[in-house]
């Protein structure tokens, strides 16, 4: 999930604004934890199935 649509419980503000305490520390955690973390599993599971179909048929034709 992405920090832009998030809002606060702390301040019911958006957490990307970053008004209160807890809004910047969420965001910070947010921006840490890499590009793959907004990524529901199905997701990730259908991203590896493509690049092992993709192998196999780099690895068919040659």
């Known amino acids: 999930m992405t920090y832009d649509r ?28 890499g590009p793959f973390a907004g990524l529901n599993p199905m997701a990730l599971i259908a991203l590896l199935v493509v690049l092992v179909a993709a192998l196999a048929l780099v690895a068919q034709t040659t």
């Open 6 to 33: 998030l809002v606060c419980a702390n301040c019911a503000a958006p957490v990307n604004q970053g008004r209160c305490p807890v809004c910047r520390a969420n965001r910070e955690r947010l921006q840490q934890e």
